[in-house]
């Protein structure tokens, strides 16, 4: 079965530069989740996204953006990098079902590396 | 705000043995959502077992079960017949109804002996 694809699945950046990191949900699942994992702890909700549209904001940086496409794709900007953002970042979709849970299937992460 | 609290950050159980991992949380809600999620050292994120709050039944899956309290706000995981394989970090998570996110625990890390 087709899992969720994130890319890149390794990243490398100096301070101050920008980053994208792309998510490609599970086919039909229309919503997308993004997480960030810090060494050693536990993973954080950033922000999701359902039909296109924000539907929930977690700890998310003013510098940090996202948004959903049309294909349901969605992608994580961040501006100015911080040794701080150094993490892993998991993308999870699920599908919006009426009157059941919408379990959440995670990507692979994409490590980020800020030097 | 929901917190989800795991106060063993370490564990080790012999193979073929049962061990129990812990994690309480706190939250206002009355219809949610818990959650064990297994991460190996590959950091896939796992999903072991769910348990929905209305249900009053534990949840079970295969080696893995849960004992829910929902009074005592408390969501255990008993692993049977530990294997090597289940050697992971493991996360306790809650979902309530203001949104589809996860709050996650710090986790716990299971070791299994041979």
């Known amino acids: 079965a087709a899992g969720v694809i994130q890319s890149p699945r390794h990243l490398i950046k100096e301070k101050r530069e920008t980053a994208t990191l792309k998510c490609y949900p599970i086919?039909?699942?229309?919503?997308v989740y993004w997480y960030q994992q810090g060494p050693g702890q536990d993973p954080q909700f950033l922000i999701s996204?359902?039909?296109?549209?924000?539907?929930d904001k977690g700890s998310i940086p003013d510098r940090f953006s996202a948004q959903q496409f049309s294909d349901y794709h969605s992608e994580l900007n961040m501006s100015s990098l911080e040794l701080g953002d150094s993490a892993l970042y998991f993308c999870?979709?699920?599908?919006?079902?009426?009157?059941?849970?919408?379990?959440?299937?995670f990507g692979p992460g994409t490590r980020l590396t800020v030097l | 705000a929901q917190t989800v609290t795991q106060s063993q950050p370490e564990m080790s159980v012999q193979e073929a043995e049962t061990v129990t991992l812990s994690c309480t949380y706190d939250?206002?809600?009355?219809?949610?959502?818990l959650f064990w999620y297994k991460q190996p050292p590959s950091r896939q994120m796992i999903l072991v077992i769910r348990?929905?709050?209305?249900?009053?039944q534990n949840a079970t899956e295969n080696r893995f079960s849960v004992n829910f309290q929902k009074a005592a706000k408390s969501f255990s995981l008993k692993i049977s017949d530990s294997q090597l394989g289940d050697a992971a970090m493991y996360f306790c998570?809650?979902?309530?109804?203001?949104?589809?996110?996860?709050?996650f625990g710090g986790g716990t890390r299971l070791m299994v002996k041979p």
């Open positions: 998570a809650y979902d309530g109804n203001a949104g589809n996110m996860l709050t």
């Open positions: 999870a979709s699920s599908l919006v079902k009426r009157d059941f849970y919408n379990e959440q299937f």
């Open positions: 996204f359902y039909e296109k549209m924000q539907s």
């Open positions: 939250t206002s809600e009355s219809d949610y959502y």
């Open positions: 348990q929905e709050a209305y249900k009053q």
């Open positions: 086919p039909r699942h229309d919503t």
